[in-house]
């Protein structure tokens, strides 16, 4: 038959991607769905294209039905609303992938700072695993409640790890480029087509950004993050640079990184810069690191699908491990092209 | 295991989707693949998304090659090159599922008034079988050579075939808007980003496109075909506009082209407009009709992904009926989003 | 010097086109701003863009206060707002150009058909010159209240009023595409980036949209208008479609054209399809007429920017009538290219 | 009367961008036009949007033909074409505003490597002078061999240069996001539409950019520089990032901006992020510093159209300087929105 799984949040982006890989998922069989706005419409009143697919209705977000219908709950809440729901699903035998900020920080006040409010819920912080497979595949087995990393530090994370393990870098400078769906479904000037086609801009620079606690506690360095917008749907570039604080050949990163990719296959080490085009619709993550050997700086490119490896696709990374499924099980890994 | 399989012309939009379709279809195992550019480079190089895929090496358009390893070869080819290769391939005893024009018209006059040069081999024109699904799904069985419909015509029919086939047409207007994929990857004015982005047009008026006779061919009345470029990569909209030659009302419309798809899973009949993205990477059909009772005009709107149900898609949906598959094995008919 | 200008709306984007306009033109000085959004904040508040530029403050709508520092108010206003100050603007000797759509038609029942309410000043329609210079250019001298025409009707006037001139049309097929600029500033999943980009829709088919019973009362006869969306901010194209009432050869239809507009400098006849790039950012239209010899009918394409010749352009160019200016003053004719 | 004025490599999209701001230059007449591709051709087959203007026909690159028409000639050409032409150009009597690369570098050594070949006229190198309007305003003045900036080089130091004459940068890290215009309009892979839309990538890392001499030769500082591609056609961010030498509060730093470019008119200081929607169209740079105290790193924003301020539009201001004209004649300074 298959594991039971609800998905909360279906009427965003994420929520939808999630419906997408689920609904092929072998292992899965999706039986209960919910959202926000929307509770009660058909589905395909919120997506016209899944007219005709046989699929739960949409409901509200209730504990009791999830439980009853649920082993697993996948969350694609705003800020703030997953935990709420997160203790009564746990203790009721659910576990939880939660695509949300809510659980990824593991000190509360970090959290507390960031986010403008303490958490209603400190302990999940240190209950919570960070579902990053490249850092915590083993952990990741058996967990719980799933934590699924932000598209900012997962880009970032992929492109810095191995430099940072390395002991290479004592600054981190990621500058990302995201598409416009990761600004969410509501209606906003940051979102409205006339606004943002031909057009790029940054904002929550300086350390303004909420992920960047979330990247410097990944990483352990700190971590000058400066986003920006670029009038695309989907997809994000990562361009990390790091002073180096030893001289480091090209084919020694090269090499190093290889090394620190070779049995995870989500990852793809590649021979020149990718572009957010090879991984859309994808869980993958392409990376490129080189060296500028005069200005002792390496350059690391990464790029993801924001709603993919950035979002829906590595939490069911993170699902498939946390349930000892086999890695790639329902994994999109190659792209939809042009 | 599996139907051994051949995509000629991966370095295309349509092989590559091709690809993506045969890559994860469940009866099937691809075997050979070619492109003229790019022959004997990896195709890593082609799409650097398929970098770590298993799958044979590409070389050029070889026939002792396909013969040896297919059983099928898809040929995503440009105009008049599969003509060259289509009998020797047959005669091989290998199946083939044309995606371009070479076999689509029946009559070899308007093949060569259209094409501009008679037909090598003009006794294929009546052996081959017009791969639309919806107008031909019995004669499919066992079809050994599949002219898959263009992405005009496609969409074109499926608005229009249930007015004509009820007899309340006798000129068909339509308007269509294509994806700039349907252009092709070679270079020119027509496919240069800063000459298409933010911009619209229309071409090949007044019967001037190829895709008319085809059309005509497949409804059997004459039709007024607007193409028009928008600044999108995939998708495609047809409007199509008829004047009544007797009234209907909305609810009779309705109710004809609900029976006429009733069992054809690749439509969809929806109750509102479709947009193209409601079908984006997926090999179906969504159409919408209404009547203006006032100036008696019935019009149409389909909406199909010019690579999926107007290429890939529906030559895949052919192949599964040629070959007795269940109709939708392997088919994508939920679509990407956003 | 110069005339006294106020420009109502400037949040909006034909607003902050007319600014861009109003600003070079060599007979006027702007001394009034209003908006709905935004009254009491700097325009670089509303539009960043502007920053630095030495204008007058941004106010509410008051009466009051254009009375006493223009001469002339051009209003770019939501549908029914106008309506409510520009009896007032007249008696007080303020000369209105009217971008919306509130005195468009004459007739105030076809007005509270197609805007849901009764006109609250039905007399001003018949008082109110439609600012269409190609069709009125003669009696917009002297025009106290101009009614700028919408962006739909003008681009299928254009296309059709030769043929409808000629006597060779009943009825008119229109299919017409257009930027998302004309969803206007408000945000909403209409003019959301990630539901409109990459996707194209039609909507307001079968005479539903408003803009209908205004090009039939522009052209005299039945039009089946066809709008739809597509993924650019400006730019709007009219293909006009009409089964001709007896034969015409294609340089008959180009010289008719060619004489219809040879002295109307905001229209150039081409020898091929126009794309909307062609004017982008310009008060022109560009248009193509052919002809289908075989199936009887002619097809012309227009293109305009829709806040060009569509809004803030035509505005202009029937204020330069209005006031005996020359009638290309301030216009600008060439467009920003790429 | 007006200066007579000849462009070269009108073709081209800063060749265009040339003739509109020339063409409503109030000092200028427009005396030659010259092409590579389509000399012969009218202008209109070249920009079909420029139909119906009266201007001169356009021929091939001819120095007798310009001497005889213009007093000054700006050059947009490909790398290596302008160094051919400029010194019969400047012995005939003619100045030259030269847009391309050949006369920005000082040193040739520094030029053959970048550029692969050596000058073939090195004295010029030292007689040319680089148009930074805000770096070179005084050395401006009657120069008659004009080496503009790159686009990439123009937004660095816009926003990197009040940092380093300051002494608070050793190292500068730039990330730049630039539209598809500026890989010019010759067809290939990196500027096909449906290779670049719906995705982002970064190339010529490490300073393997031909514009990172340039940079380091405007700033004397090393320069870590991370150029972008980014689907859009026209617009450029620059996001540079400094270890700050010795602590700075953001007020301090907000000053420094604002005294630096007080009596420069193409540079507007913001307080807030610019969008390149803010300067589209126009021959102005906005820019904005902030400070992350606690990572003392400082990081300023630039946004500039890469085709106005980084092209065509600082041409127009480095022309006026030199012939001693108002500074801001012919300048456009407000943006086309949206």
Redesign the interface.
Same mark, same amino acid.
């Given at each position: 038959m298959g594991i039971r799984v609800g998905i909360a949040g279906v009427s965003g @982006?994420a929520g %939808?991607?999630l419906l997408?890989l689920l609904?092929r998922h072998p292992a899965v069989r999706i039986t209960a769905l919910s959202a926000g706005r929307g509770a009660g419409r058909a589905l395909s009143d919120l997506?016209?294209?899944? *007219?005709?697919?046989a699929l739960p209705p949409v409901g509200r977000l209730d504990v009791d039905h999830l439980a009853e219908h649920c082993d697993v709950v996948f969350l694609a809440l705003p800020h703030g609303v997953s935990q709420t729901v997160v203790p009564a699903l746990l203790e009721r035998g659910v576990d939880v992938v939660d695509l949300g900020a809510d659980h990824r920080l593991t000190d509360p006040e970090a959290y507390a700072a960031a986010y403008g409010a303490p958490h209603t819920c400190p302990e999940l912080l240190s209950l919570a695993t960070y579902g990053l497979p490249e850092q915590n595949r083993d952990v990741l087995a058996g967990a719980r409640l799933v934590a699924c990393p932000g598209c900012y530090p997962t880009a970032t994370a992929i492109a810095a790890l191995p430099l940072v393990e390395e002991g290479l870098a004592d600054?981190v400078?990621s500058?990302c480029?995201s &598409?416009? =769906?990761g600004a969410g $479904?509501k209606?906003? #000037?940051r979102?409205? @087509?006339?606004?943002?086609?031909?057009? !790029? *801009?940054? @904002?929550g620079?300086? &350390?303004a950004h909420r992920h960047t606690p979330e990247m410097e506690q990944a990483l352990g360095v #700190?971590v !000058?993050f =400066?986003p920006?917008l !670029? #009038?695309? %749907?989907?997809?994000m570039?990562a361009?990390v640079?790091v002073?180096l604080r030893r001289p480091v050949s090209g084919e020694e990163l090269r090499d190093l990184y290889r090394e620190r990719y070779a049995r995870h296959p989500a990852v !793809?080490v590649?021979d020149?810069?990718?572009? *957010?085009?090879? +991984? $859309? &619709? *994808?869980a993958a993550a392409?990376v490129f690191p080189? %060296?500028?050997i005069?200005?002792e +700086?390496a350059?690391v490119?990464s790029?993801i699908d924001n709603l993919g490896k950035g979002a829906a696709g590595q939490a069911v990374h993170a699902f498939n491990l946390s349930r000892g499924l086999p890695e790639t099980a329902g994994l999109p890994l190659?792209?939809?092209? #042009?």
């Open positions: @982006y %939808v991607e997408r609904h997506w016209p294209g899944w *007219t005709g697919a600054l400078f500058d480029l &598409g416009i =769906s $479904r209606a906003g #000037p979102n409205l @087509y006339a606004e943002v086609q031909e057009s !790029v *801009t940054a @904002y620079l300086a &350390g #700190p !000058v =400066s920006h !670029v #009038p695309m %749907v989907r997809g570039l361009t640079k002073r !793809v590649r020149e810069v990718p572009a *957010t085009r090879d +991984v $859309r &619709g *994808t392409h080189l %060296v500028d005069r200005r +700086v350059t490119v790029a190659v792209p939809l092209l #042009p």
